[in-house]
Nanobody, 123 residues
Framework: QVQLVESGGGLVQAGGSLKLSCATS????????MGWFRQAPGKEREFVAG???????NYADSAKGRFTISRDSAKNTVNLQMNNLKPEDTAVYYC?????????????????WGQGTQVTVSS
């Protein structure tokens, strides 16, 4: 059974930092592109960052310069370091995995999803 389990969410003040982690199991994702998405109340789920098996990355404009995605294939984990957080970053953050490679920002390109972790940034 494929599982993606996020952790690391919480409440932080504006300007603070959080590191999200996603642990994968049930399938070999070492050659798959992994991504982070988020969904705020009343809004569509949106792309945050993606990373290929070889370390290539792409980011949403809102994340550039503040967020860093990384992966540890030996540990089957993907991380999202978030710095200088803003109240508008408040959302449920989801880890996602593609069946293959390539950098895509559309959620339709990702086949597997975690349950999400809440990030709340207070002003």
């Amino acid at each position: 059974q494929v599982q993606l389990v996020e952790s690391g969410g919480g409440l932080v003040q504006a300007g603070g930092s959080l590191k999200l982690s996603c642990a994968t199991s049930g399938r070999d994702f070492s050659t798959s592109t992994m991504g982070w998405f988020r969904q705020a109340p009343g809004k569509e789920r949106e792309f945050v960052a993606g990373i290929t098996w070889s370390g290539g990355t792409n980011y949403a404009d809102s994340a550039k310069g503040r967020f860093t995605i990384s992966r540890d294939s030996a540990k089957n984990t993907v991380n999202l370091q978030m710095n200088n957080l803003k109240p508008e970053d408040t959302a449920v953050y989801y880890c996602a995995a593609r069946q293959g490679s390539g950098l895509y920002s559309s959620k339709d390109r990702y086949a597997h999803w975690g349950q999400g972790t809440q990030v709340t940034v207070s002003s």
